[in-house]
């Protein structure tokens, strides 16, 4: 309180000829002159807190609503979360913050992918400005977090588990064989070479890589379930002599037992990146890709 008063100025004499009860006096002697002026934390002060989180929470939730509880880029699936809910996470242990600078880029990249909502990229925006600064303990983070989900490991089997019967090993089999085969057509061996593709199937597993010049990739071994392909055009480095200047054509051939999906992209949807969704049914699915029009069949 004296250091107060003495920051203050409120006399010139030295504080300590002053009693204690002499110090109160000038403070209220003050105060009645209107020297000073007394500010007290109002309610909605003590409440900004939890107005932030309510509004951090909302908009995770509209993001959700939109993109269907399923954040991913480039192979990689992301979740949303409020600062004080990271501790909550449900598989918290799956889960990797990721860097600020890093999240301004996926969420930025979300915002400009193919097939999504229009009310998207607003939203997007926001959550990029409310986004918490990096930080370590004992630090706290202040915004919303991007998370990151870690590639996951196959778990090793107990040996006291219960041998499986052959009928369970069938219908196992029936729910794990299946594959997704990916087709680009028209575009020359170079221009394939250049494709770089992510391939998010239903088990949790992400296959990435660069097309051959046959412009086809094939995974195996998934189960049913909601799978995403995203493709994107990578500008090559300069070469000479490499790559094939033939346009591919070659459809391959269709089976009713086969699940095909046919999608168009232009090329300049390709150097932009993007992004397809396809149902895993049983047995063999194929996802193809028409960057021509003369190519385009059954859309």
Known sequence: MRDFVSRARLTGFPLSSFEDGAVLALLRGAIKNQDLVLLCEGA????????????QRRLIAKIEAKTRDRLSYLGRQYKLVADVDLSKTPQRDSYEVVRREDAIQVLDGLATQMGSSPDLPPLLAKAREKLTADWRPPLSPDGLILLRRSKSLAAARSDTEAPITPSQMKALLEQCDLSLEVV?????????????????SPDGETHGGKLPSTGETKITGTKKGGAQVALTWVKPKASKGRG???VNTTRPASSPQINEVEKAAMFDDLKAGVVYQIDLRAGENRLIVCTRKEFIFSL
């Open 44 to 55: 909605g002060a003590a409440n900004a807190p939890e107005r932030t989180t309510a509004e």
């Open 184 to 200: 680009v057509l028209g575009l020359r061996g170079k221009e394939l070479e250049c494709i770089e593709f992510d391939i998010d």
């Open 244 to 246: 094939s200047n033939t």
